[in-house]
């Protein structure tokens, strides 16, 4: 999918239905209303609402012109289940993530 900078993907607290990979461009991840990091190419979004049904923790706003490979839940979810490896790396990704949440 492409997307234009400015757009806003993700927005905090609402239900989410998408993962998405980032393949160009970057995007401003925002917590709370405050910026808490960018991502770019090879970077995703989107997971942790997705396993665990909850509503978005970030909202995320493309920052230039952007690409994702984007997958709705239905199609993500039995991802999980079929590829362990995928799944592996998202829990190193989200222990990554934790940890560098507790060090703000």
């Avoid at 970057?26 to 665990?52: C, H, M, R, W």
Wanted: contains cysteine.
């Amino acid at each position: 999918m492409t997307h234009q900078q400015g757009k806003e993907l993700t927005t905090q607290g609402r239900e989410g239905v998408g993962f998405h990979l980032i393949l160009e461009g970057s995007v401003d991840v925002a917590v709370n209303g405050v910026q808490a990091k960018t991502l770019g190419p090879g970077e995703y979004f989107g997971d942790i609402s997705l396993i665990d049904g909850k509503p978005r923790s970030a909202t995320i706003t493309a920052t230039s012109p952007l690409t994702t490979l984007s997958l709705v839940a239905w199609d993500f979810q039995p991802l999980l289940d079929e590829e362990p490896e995928l799944t592996k790396a998202l829990l190193l990704k989200m222990c990554e993530r934790l940890r560098a949440a507790r060090e703000l």
